[in-house]
């Protein structure tokens, strides 16, 4: 059996809506999944509606993804069995989802510098229900208006870490984010640690914050060919060991359909069944 432990949904940056997603995984014949949109629950919330009532025999596990600064990086966490109604923790998201937004407005105008015509409205406009928006909304309409083929080229050649428009966003620390996820009744892993391309920080950062788990099984682990490493180090520091395909739906970013990516049920369950 098989499970998917991180996906995204319209709520974030994903393609497809929540119920979308219900439809998609039915197809897939998942065990268990986790809608994570980024920095909101809402996709979760919505997902659940669909759900109940229906005969259904998957478990859907309530899950977010929140991004956080740590030693100059970006760190993601993913937290699971949240209160999705958790008052403290539904006040940082909303901080932090205003601080995109006054990101992305930053990055439009150094866009816009560049002489790529592209307006607050438009990208908004392409976020649609969204409750985080993100990049992959500007890398949408510069690919609407071609620009770009890809909404990849899109972020290695404009919006990228280092590229001439990405602009910093102003985060929070991941132990408070932790300790947030704690608060709401939930775990927090970090997730996909190949992205951080350093395996003596990954290290450094679980320790410092008082993770629960590690999201063991990624593409980018995959890739990179260090799934082994990151279960070793899970066995090392006692973690639970968590993963997810990381689904966003895009047609040029694998995985493309949900299912595709494989993570067999038996080794994520302590996170599944963890209460």
Known sequence: MLADLHIHTTASDGVYKPEDIVKMEETAQLKAFAITDHDNIEGYIQAKKYIDGKKYKSKLVCGVEIDTYFENKDVHILGYHVNPYFKE??????????????????????????????????????AKLSKSIGRPHIARVMVAKGYFKTEQEVFDTLIARGKPCFCQQEKLPPQDVVNLIHESGGIACLAHPSELHNLDLVERVIKACNFNGIEVWHPSAVCNNEVTQWFNLSEKLNLLTSGGSDFHGNPDRYPVGLGEFKVLYNNIKNVVEWK
Not at 92 to 108: C, D
């Open 89 to 126: 923790l539904d006040e940082a998201m909303k901080w932090i989802r205003n601080g995109r937004v006054g990101r992305i407005k930053n990055m439009l105008a150094k866009l816009n510098a560049l002489g790529y015509k592209i307006g607050q409205a438009e990208v908004v406009a392409e």
